[in-house]
């Protein structure tokens, strides 16, 4: 768990959570983050993540628990890959994750996420429907043309895997405790921030994917070799400390 000394300004709990990942060329990637940022690598090979979930009481730190739909509780689904500030590959803190997009069942967190943390969500309608270990999940970007983007999958989550351990695939692509974002400052220019985040670590299930159909990959300029097996992992739950950007 990373410890922060600053205060956190958020709170929120993930839950029914599928980790999708693909391999994929850095090359391909390299070209689509900031110019600031390289590509991570594990064992030589990058990784494209789609997860879909759902958040639950995203609120202040101190704020009451007042569940809402669409405003502290709704589904999001994001499309992501793993980079560090050029320079800074040594230090294991600065490893977070590129955001290709965000889709999100609330308008409030879209436009909020874009105004203050800069991330490129999108308006979607979703939703998700679980039975036991059987989760069913459905979104459509509704930014812009109507069903340009949308994915509908079906998981099974199955046993507990033991805790991962840095030097790990699972490790690699789930405990990842930054963001990054570009920030315009006065004038033109742009700058790298970074956000930060603190959890225990992920309680990770392994998964059977038994449904997907996908165009929210290729929607970021992505395409997947189909030919290849995602790597799946599920979690069930997990409380999440948030802080605010800040200039790397």
Not at 128 to 147: A, C, H, P, Q, W
Not at 211 to 240: K, Q, T
Request: hydrophobic share 45%; glycine share 6%.
């Amino acid at each position: 768990m990373h410890v922060l000394t600053r205060v956190p300004i958020m709170r929120m709990r993930w839950r029914h959570l599928l980790f999708v990942h693909w391999p994929v060329d850095a090359r391909v990637l390299q070209p689509l983050v900031p110019p600031a940022l390289e590509i991570d690598t594990f064992d030589g090979r990058a990784w494209v993540g789609l997860i879909p979930f759902t958040m639950e009481d995203v609120s202040p730190r101190l704020a009451p628990r007042f569940p809402l739909r669409g405003v502290t509780d709704f589904h999001e689904c994001n499309v992501r890959t793993y980079v560090y500030p050029r320079g800074m590959k040594d230090d294991p803190a600065a490893h977070g994750v590129w955001f290709f997009s965000l889709d999100a069942a609330s308008r409030l967190a879209v436009r909020g996420a874009r105004r203050f943390y800069r991330l490129p969500y999108f308006d979607a309608r979703m939703w998700l429907r679980r039975e036991g270990d059987v989760v069913d999940y459905s979104t459509t970007r509704i930014n812009g043309v109507s069903g340009s983007a949308s994915l509908h999958c079906r998981w099974r989550a199955l046993e507990a895997m033991p805790t991962s351990k840095p030097g790990e695939l699972a490790h690699f692509l789930t405990e990842r405790y930054c963001l990054y974002a570009l920030k315009r400052e006065r004038g033109s220019a742009l700058s790298l921030q970074r956000g930060r985040i603190a959890h225990e670590p992920w309680p990770l299930r392994r998964a059977e994917l038994l449904a997907m159909d996908d165009s929210l990959v290729r929607a970021a300029g992505i395409e997947i070799d189909g030919s290849i097996a995602p790597v799946l992992y599920h979690a069930d739950a997990l409380d999440v400390r948030a802080w605010g950007l800040e200039r790397v």
